[in-house]
Antibody
């Protein structure tokens, strides 16, 4: 059974870089079904898509965050990583990774079917 | 369009039927996906595509789309269905994921 577990620093100072990792277990990180998405949720607010990385290495990012984020996969460690540079208080949130399950013929025919429990990040000096 | 609009809150009596709506411009081209989030938990996928419920999701959850409105219907609401429900789809390019603001369902 596929399981995801996020790990982050908890606290980050303004202007620094946030790094969050998602460890994949119970399934392969290197298969045609291995597409991964990052989503965040500020306290008391809704869900915000950050970006998606596909099996073939292609990635798509939120237009509002594109210049500050990078997403990568480390197959040797079965980890998906998110880096967010130049953080501010507005980046304080629960950060979730999830599997992007493509159920149709096109990559946009998808659903996020397995989620990690999330890791909370607070940006504070 | 780059927005999905949901009513902030809906209430329903136990055992009744409730429909949670999501308005967006791209449902002719991109289907809606629905997630349930209970307090303190990660979201849970409850419906996707035209007819798909993940394993373990009760049959009382169903979805539909008409023109620019996607709907999640819960028939015979149970107390454990109290949660925030988010719709999700894509922008017109298909490259970017959109989430609605969420609807808090009170039972």
């Amino acid at each position: 059974q596929l399981q995801l577990q996020e790990a982050g620093p908890g606290l980050v100072k303004p202007s620094e870089t946030l790094s969050v990792k998602c460890t994949v277990s119970g399934g392969s990180i290197d298969s045609i079904d291995s597409n991964w998405v990052w989503i965040r949720q500020p306290p008391g607010k809704g869900l915000e898509w950050i970006g998606t990385i596909y099996y073939n290495g292609e990635s798509y990012k939120s237009p509002s965050l594109r210049s500050r984020i990078s997403i990568s996969v480390d197959k040797s460690r079965s980890q998906v990583s998110l880096r967010l540079t130049s953080v501010t208080a507005a980046d304080s949130a629960m950060y979730y990774c999830a599997r992007d399950y493509i159920w149709g013929s096109f990559r946009w025919q998808d659903a996020f079917d397995v989620w990690g429990p999330g890791t909370g990040v607070t940006v504070t000096s | 369009s780059s927005e999905l609009t949901q009513d902030p809150a809906v209430s329903v009596a136990l055992g009744q039927t409730v429909t949670i709506a999501c308005q967006g411009d791209n449902f002719r081209h991109h289907s809606a996906t629905w997630y349930q989030q209970k307090s303190g938990q990660a979201p849970l996928l409850v419906f996707y595509g035209k007819t798909n419920r993940p394993a373990g999701i009760p049959a009382r959850f169903s979805g539909s789309t008409s023109r620019d409105i996607a709907s999640l219907t819960i028939t015979g609401v149970q107390a454990e269905d109290e949660a925030v429900y988010y719709c999700q789809s894509r922008d017109s390019s298909g490259d970017h994921v959109l989430f609605g603001g969420g609807t808090k369902l009170s039972v």
